[in-house]
């Protein structure tokens, strides 16, 4: 019904904002603030190692006591990070996250790179469509529509 993960890509846009393993959690928060974004892919190279949230600043930064310029983002971050392809439906893509309890999903097509989404902006989608469907059915009931 919301269509496929694609189609929100190719409205927000493919950048993937990323760190390198060996950056330090202090510089990975200055990323995100500066950004204004929840999630960082960590790559090693061009390889999708990890992935490092503000929930892993919460859960193994401040609640375990570790220094955040002493902490390297390897020690602290989400191994193997698990993503989808362009082509999943948008519900699917919602259910993973639900089920899964994270709000972040890299896209990679034929072994490639080409976004991140998160569920935020799955929710602003769902809306949009929403309010098309409203809209499109308030129409056909109060006959604006032949
Ligand atoms: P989030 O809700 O996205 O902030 O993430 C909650 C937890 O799940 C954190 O420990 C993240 O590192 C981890 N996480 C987030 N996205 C993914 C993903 N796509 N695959 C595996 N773990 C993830």
Not at 14 to 29: D, K, L
Not at 93 to 101: D, E, H, N, V
Request: hydrophobic share 40%; net charge negative.
């Amino acid at each position: 019904m919301y269509g496929f993960v694609s189609s929100v890509l190719a409205e927000k846009g493919r950048q993937v904002y990323t760190i390198q393993p060996a950056a330090t959690v202090a510089e990975a928060v200055r990323q995100m603030n500066e950004q204004g974004i929840g999630a960082l892919l960590v790559l090693d190279g061009h390889r999708p190692v990890g992935i490092f949230t503000e929930r892993d600043v919460l859960r193994r930064v401040v609640d375990a006591g570790r220094d955040p310029a002493l902490t390297r983002v390897a020690e602290v971050m989400t191994r193997n990070p698990i993503s989808i392809g362009p082509d999943w439906h948008v519900e699917e893509a919602m259910s993973l996250m639900t089920s899964r309890r994270f709000r972040h999903l890299p896209v990679i097509e034929n072994g490639e790179l080409i976004g991140m989404i998160s569920i935020g902006d799955l929710l602003r989608w769902v809306t949009i469509h929403q309010e098309d469907h409203i809209r499109q059915m308030t129409d056909y009931i109060t006959g604006r529509l032949s």
